[in-house]
């Protein structure tokens, strides 16, 4: 069943239905907006733009574009210098969350924290052993 809920771009109200977070008149202006980007890009001289020439030359938002390459619509791999902020950093990605220095800095950190638990069990159970290895019966 649809839930009402204010369109965050223009405020008016909408039957949210789980398929989008804005309303229809919002939407379709965003689909002219994508097509006038993806038309922009689709030029071979264009395809390397940056976001920031992107914005400049459509009418679309940075928050647009990160929008629509996070959700697959517009393809990195085919304009290579598209992207979204990293959750943790804010340096453009491609993929996931996290960029990859942020990804490599968090798999370190568990990394360390899991020696940090394996050699603090290791110690619990030497002195385990050798309380019990001291009692006689």
């Known amino acids: 069943m649809a839930e009402l809920k204010t369109c965050p771009s223009c405020g008016q109200f909408f039957n949210y239905n789980g398929l989008r977070d ?22 071979r001289e264009n395809r390397a733009a940056t976001i920031e020439r992107i914005v400049e030359m459509t009418d679309a ?6 929008k629509w390459v996070r959700k697959g619509r517009l393809q990195p791999a085919m ?10 950093c804010g340096k453009l990605t491609a993929k996931g969350k996290l960029c990859d220095t942020c990804t490599t800095e968090l798999k370190k950190d568990l990394q360390t924290f899991d020696a940090a638990t394996e050699f603090r069990e290791a110690m619990q159970q030497q002195e385990k052993a050798t309380y019990l290895a001291g009692r006689k019966k």
């Open 79 to 88: 304009f290579p210098n598209l992207g979204y902020p990293c959750d943790n």
């Open 22 to 43: 804005i309303c229809g008149k919002c939407a379709m202006n965003e689909e002219k907006i994508y097509e006038e980007v993806y038309r922009f890009l689709r030029k």
């Open 61 to 66: 938002t940075e928050t647009l574009l990160h």
